[in-house]
């Protein structure tokens, strides 16, 4: 099936649920806008997800179906799944007969399940992009059908998968952290010279980092190391002493609203390494300390293994991480310049800055029935 003569393509994407799934979905859409002529693009959500209010501010055309949440143990909540499914691929065949969609592109989570399984009934092809190192269930039963299948990490065990890497926004994807290093640590109150640490775990924050980070406060600034430290919003508690008079700043901030300031105010990250935070830091060759989130199945140190392989950063796990590895081990690191170079040139060679691009191609191809 492929879109007839005289219409530009119709791409229905389907990523609701978490930023996760829902920020690639929107650098792919991007990337497909800026293509001419561009194809129509309609995203697939719910009611309950991010994605009510982060697709239309992107300006795109958003249609809900019945979330499928798929219970991770047995429970009786299991019984109920059969009906639901049914339920959301009716709806959801019913969408893409309207939408006279031409490709299915779905990426994983309660949302893409009824995605693909509609689309197989409905004969329309589907394309698969997996964010982490270990697929869901939902992307698995996906790619077993799907004309083509793209992952973010190389290795992901996931069928006929193609390493294409992870659709990031332009914001960050171009992003020349050394042409934006002054602008962006004046917007932060930072010194326009001194090593910076940046230090996120996530829009939440997490608790672990912010207390290494926080109790090695005295030694990093000592050292003439300056912090940004995003705390997340609900972790007021967390404060840092104003430092001395000419000593590196250490500045805390709620939450950071620009990331691509921040990574190009910062020379090492300490941070989570969930797939989109792997996949940008490296796409801005900026080397981090993972601290891999400590429950789940693994993956995110699976997400992190192929840049720190690489020599783009380290790992530490969140029971080892303390004010005492920070001043044993960043510490050194953040104070050697041909260090730090070394580990962002590793960085930026694992990165897929142009992940977007690439994953558009694969879907007008499938969508023109190129397969």
């Known amino acids: 099936m492929s879109a007839p003569t005289g219409r530009p393509p119709s791409v229905v994407l389907a990523g609701g649920g978490t930023g996760g799934h829902i920020e690639p979905m929107l650098a792919l859409a991007d990337a497909l806008r800026r293509r001419d002529p561009a194809p129509r693009v309609t995203c697939l959500g719910t009611a309950r997800g991010m994605e009510t209010r982060l697709v239309p501010a992107r300006g795109y055309d958003l249609r809900l179906i019945p979330p499928v949440p798929l219970p991770r143990k047995p429970t009786p909540d299991l019984l109920r799944v059969p009906g639901r499914v049914r339920r959301a691929v009716a709806d959801t065949r019913a969408l893409l007969a309207e939408l006279q969609a031409d490709v299915v592109v779905g990426f994983g989570g309660y949302v893409a399940l009824p995605a693909y399984l509609a689309a197989r009934r409905a004969g329309v092809p589907?394309?698969?992009?997996?964010?982490?190192?270990?697929?869901?269930?939902?992307?698995?039963?996906?790619?077993?059908?799907?004309?083509?299948?793209?992952?973010?990490?190389?290795?992901?065990?996931?069928?006929?998968?193609?390493?294409?890497?992870?659709?990031?926004?332009?914001?960050?994807?171009?992003?020349?952290?050394?042409?934006?290093?002054?602008?962006?640590?004046?917007?932060?109150?930072?010194?326009?010279?001194?090593?910076?640490?940046?230090?996120?775990?996530?829009?939440?924050?997490?608790?672990?980092?912010?207390?290494?980070?926080?109790?090695?406060?005295?030694?990093l600034t000592a050292a003439g190391v300056q912090v940004l430290h995003a705390r997340g919003p609900k972790n007021t508690d967390v404060e840092v002493p104003a430092r001395p008079a000419g000593a590196a700043p250490y500045v805390v901030v709620d939450y950071l609203e620009r990331m691509d300031l921040a990574y190009a105010a910062a020379d090492l990250a300490l941070c989570r390494s969930g797939a989109v935070t792997v996949a940008e830091l490296s796409a801005v060759g900026l080397p981090a300390a993972f601290v891999p989130l400590p429950i789940g199945n693994g993956e995110q140190r699976r997400n992190a293994l192929p840049v720190v392989e690489a020599g783009?950063?380290?790992?530490?796990?969140?029971?080892d991480l303390s004010p005492r590895w920070i001043e044993a081990t960043l510490l050194p690191l953040l104070t050697d310049p041909a260090a730090l170079a070394g580990y962002a040139a590793h960085a930026a060679a694992a990165g897929v800055p142009d992940a977007d691009d690439r994953l558009a191609d694969i879907v007008l191809e499938v969508a023109a029935g190129d397969r």
């Open 126 to 219: 589907v394309v698969v992009h997996e964010q982490n190192a270990l697929p869901g269930l939902a992307n698995r039963i996906g790619a077993r059908i799907a004309a083509r299948v793209a992952v973010t990490v190389p290795g992901t065990p996931l069928h006929r998968g193609e390493h294409v890497g992870m659709p990031l926004r332009t914001a960050i994807s171009g992003l020349d952290r050394a042409g934006r290093r002054g602008e962006a640590r004046a917007a932060f109150g930072l010194d326009a010279d001194r090593p910076t640490l940046l230090v996120f775990g996530g829009s939440q924050g997490a608790a672990s980092l912010n207390r290494a980070a926080v109790a090695a406060a005295d030694a």
């Open 312 to 319: 783009g950063g380290l790992i530490v796990d969140d029971a």
